[in-house]
């Protein structure tokens, strides 16, 4: 029997002439960018380094858009952002030994925030590989291993032809439910050498649905159909599914109230009558939540900061629905649902009987009241006008990306709709580099970036890309002379802080060394100047010296 497929793989008498006679001056790099364009990819972000330079001099012979940083952490986060706002995999090329170790804690970020970055680095020739010690430059024992506890997946390349099918299987992997980034390494002889393989065309990389098991949506259904008092946690996977609309449709048809995750941002309308929005770290959420009968997860593993650092215990009955098969009840009992969210949602929302429930409104105001009450009693007027004039100075579409510091931590439970920040592995210096990520998938929007004096430092040398490549990125600078939330920290624990203070540059005169335009602005001037900012093209630096202060923890005690 023929099938379809069958003949879409044969190929025609063009295709055939064209694998016979492929163009000359080609290398496995050119493998590479051709496999990757094959793939679907349009932008390339990375650094160039010795073993690398047969994938970069691919580059000038294809249509791949480079954007390429300063530093190997902060392209990291570029690509880690461009994954973030497109949905699509983010190519991040890297250089053997220092160079692809420095990307290590991005992708460590990407795997906690299921960001499909398919990063692809060198390797010392083929002849050197195998442990032993031949003193090539950059060389480790065991590159892979550094990046096997990261990343998804690992994918390795010892000859030309293997080029192709270890990119598509890592594309794959990276794409399969939950995203996340993967690791693909080349030795630099097959780099490169040149080629006589065909040029790469279309490659196969599509992948498999994550369905839920039938049996067990039913169960979830039944139970939220007959529930007293449900509730809804949503998670970043809502989020990366798409699954917002389906998430809306079944909170509506079983009234049942919704909390987003720090991670979650945007997974619910703000506003919406049954939307406790992302108050996670407040006592009053988590007595709700823990007084819900049924308790419906949705694309969360309930991790420290979606739980109020663990001191969530739910006392009903728990639903989860996970992509990640190792995040399933691995903090609470539940009915585990290993699938999509998209897809698990839509079974729910297709089965479950409606349930009316006119007082769920009135529970949810209640406690939102109650929380804007606990935070109105600590005097934080300054943090929250501080929040509102950013909030109210950033076009509609425009995204934002936040580094770790007290205005991030603000937003995390204050900030309507979507954010991204670092909050999954929690490293400094994302902000910036996540920022120009997003501006080089879309250069006609502007983006916000916002960061601490402290997380700055860690991305400064990002003002020349920005500058270099033109891109529409405000950087909002609040400068409080250290690591304000260490600070805080530590003068709660012990009395006084250490090692917090820090020395720093003048901001705005460093950013204009690189000729990015800068202001230093107050808390009354905030608004106009970072809507100044937005309005104008390229990259500016606003700077916003100010001793902000975090609202009350209420997980400890």
Known sequence: MTHDHDLELTPTPAQIAAALN????????????????????????????????????????????????????????????????????????????????????????????????????????????????HGYLHELRDQQASFRDVVKSVHTVRTQSQIPSAIAAAWESALSAPHGPVWVEIPQDVLLAETTLPVVTAVDATPHDLVPRPELTAVAADLLARAERPAIIAGGGVVRADATGKLRALAERVNAPVVSTFGGKGAFPWEHPLSLQSWMEDQHTTDFLEDADVLLVVGSGLGELSSNYHTFTPRGRVIQIEADAGKLESNHPALGIHADARLALQALVETVAERPDDEAPARVAAVLKAVRERIDAQELTLEQGVLASVRDALPAASPSFWDMTILA??????????????????????????????????????????????????????????????????????DDGGYGILREYMTDAFGEATATELARPDFVALAESFGVPGVRTTPETLRADLAEAFAAPGPRVVVLPALLRMFAPTHLG
């Open 409 to 478: 931590y603000w937003a995390w439970s204050a900030w309507p709709g979507i954010m991204h920040s670092a909050q999954g592995a929690g490293g400094l210096g994302y902000g910036f580099p996540a920022a120009i990520g997003a501006a080089a998938a879309d250069p006609t929007t502007p983006v916000l970036a916002v960061s601490g004096d402290g997380g700055a430092m860690y991305s400064i040398a990002e003002l020349a890309t920005a500058k270099q490549y033109d891109l529409n990125v405000t950087w909002l600078i609040v």
């Open 22 to 133: 492929p163009p000359a001056g080609r290398n496995g790099g050119d493998l590479v960018v051709e496999t990757l364009h094959g793939l679907g990819a349009a932008t390339v972000f990375g650094l160039p380094g010795q073993h690398a330079l047969g994938m970069f001099d691919a580059l000038r012979r294809s249509s791949l858009r480079y954007v390429g940083l300063r530093v190997e952490n902060n392209a990291g986060f570029a690509a880690d952002a461009y994954g973030r706002v497109t949905g699509e995999v983010a190519p991040l090329l890297l250089s053997t030994g220092p160079g692809s170790l420095m990307s290590l804690a991005a992708l460590q970020e990407a795997a906690a925030a299921s960001a499909p970055v398919l990063a692809i680095g060198s390797q010392i020739p083929v002849a050197g590989l195998g442990g032993g010690r």
